[in-house]
């Protein structure tokens, strides 16, 4: 004999797991709690590691975001989903309103990296009515043959490539962002 009971509970439970991928995809949770629950039932799911990182920066806690958006890379390149970049979020200096994303590109995916590998973006635009883009700028990492070399805030222009200056290739975000303001700054 069929027991409605359970099989509406095992429907119910079926459908909340189906729902939390259409509920990632949507406007980004802010709700860490709520993202680390669903984190706990679909731990492989990639859209649910980018809102984490999302609820992270919102909540100011930019390096935790950035940190987990390479586990975030981890489970997209696990899935087989080429997303391109993730918007970790954005705050507002110099009269602009900076975003970051954080890239998820061939060169960042690449189990050993070469070139110039570009782990985050700042997108900066005007805070006017019709925000216009103004420039990106980029954390560039510096590899040969897989060993890190260098690190620098650089933008590409066309095929033109303007350097702003090293860093030291394991800063942190807040010195990433710090070194970014001082340019737009200029």
């Not at 975030?72 to 696990?78: G, R, T």
């Not at 807040?174 to 200029?186: D, F, G, W």
């Given at each position: 004999m069929l027991d409605l009971g359970h099989s509406m509970k095992t429907l119910t439970f079926l459908l909340v797991i189906m729902a939390l991928p259409l509920i990632a995809a949507d406007e980004p949770l802010r709700d860490l709690d709520k993202i680390e629950a669903a984190l706990k039932v679909a731990p492989g799911d990639p859209m649910l590691h980018y809102r984490k990182?999302?609820?992270?920066?919102?909540r100011g806690r930019e390096q935790e975001a950035v940190d987990h958006a390479a586990v975030?890379?981890?489970?997209?390149?696990?899935a087989g989903n080429k997303l391109a970049w993730m918007s970790l979020g954005s705050f507002t200096a110099n009269a602009c309103r900076i975003e970051v994303h954080y890239n998820m590109g061939a060169g960042e995916r690449a189990d050993k990296k070469d070139g110039i590998v570009r782990p985050y973006s700042f997108r900066i635009w005007t805070t006017s009515a019709e925000p216009e883009l103004v420039r990106m700028l980029d954390f560039e990492l510096a590899y040969l043959n897989g060993e890190l070399l260098s690190a620098a805030i650089g933008q590409m222009i066309g095929d033109v490539h303007a350097n702003f200056g090293v860093v030291d290739p394991k800063s942190d975000f807040?010195?990433?962002?710090?070194?970014?303001?001082?340019?737009?700054?200029?």
């Open positions: 990182c999302q609820a992270l920066f919102a975030a890379l981890a489970k997209f390149k696990a807040a010195t990433i962002k710090k070194k970014v303001l001082e340019v737009i700054k200029k």
